[in-house]
Structure formats: C-alpha cells, structure tokens
C-alpha cells in the first residue's frame, strides 16, 4: 500500500537543496530535479529543510537501534510521529496547481482590454 511519504517522494525526490538565490527566487528548497519547492524560506531554516531527509533517516536509525523505552528511543519515535501527523496534514491539504491561468483567473497583460475585445 502507499503511504503518504511514498507519494511525497515521488512528487519531490530527495536530495533536497537550499539556494541562496534560484530562479530569480531567494531563499529557495529544490528537489534533485531542480523544481522549485518552496521559496522565501526564513535563511535559518533552509539548510535544515534541505537536511530534512537525511535527518529522518537518522531518526529512524535511532528508534531501531537504541533499547525500547530508553529517553532517546522515546525522543525519536515521537519525533517521527509528529513528522508523520504534520505529513499526513500537508498532504491532505495540497493541491497542485493544474494550470496557470487557473492560478490567477483575473491576471491579464498590461495594455490589454479586460473583455479581450481591442
């Protein structure tokens, strides 16, 4: 069955990067293939975004090697599953665009009458 994250990571594969400047955008997280996923990311927060999958597979090393019940264990898994709920939120609430005129229905070139009568 397909999960959430399988979905995820096939709509933006690892690894991501974070770009001072991409695209004429600031502060920008790409995926390997070079799309842009999100922009304007606070400077502080764009490595760590950027680390985000490496640093899931941390977590999860952590919960399989570290003793049920010991304070790491606990602090992983808990981590892991906040990350799974926020997941699970984000994706719910996505909707990829379809096109770009259904983005901005009212947009129309400068000059241009709004009837599309000249």
Do not use: C
């Amino acid at each position: 069955m397909e999960t959430p994250h399988d979905r995820m990571k096939a709509s933006n594969p690892g690894p991501w990067q974070f770009h001072v400047r991409r695209y004429g955008l600031g502060h920008v997280v790409t995926d390997a293939n070079g799309s842009v996923m999100a922009s304007s990311v606070p400077i502080g927060a764009g490595p760590l975004l950027a680390a985000g999958p490496e640093l899931l597979a941390a977590l999860q090393r952590v919960a399989e090697l570290v003793p049920a019940g010991s304070p790491a264990h606990n602090v992983a898994v808990d981590a892991l599953e906040q990350f799974a709920e926020r997941e699970g939120m984000t994706l719910a609430d996505w909707q990829p665009a379809t096109t770009h005129q259904s983005r901005h229905p009212n947009q129309r070139l400068q000059g241009t009458p709004a009837s599309g009568r000249p």
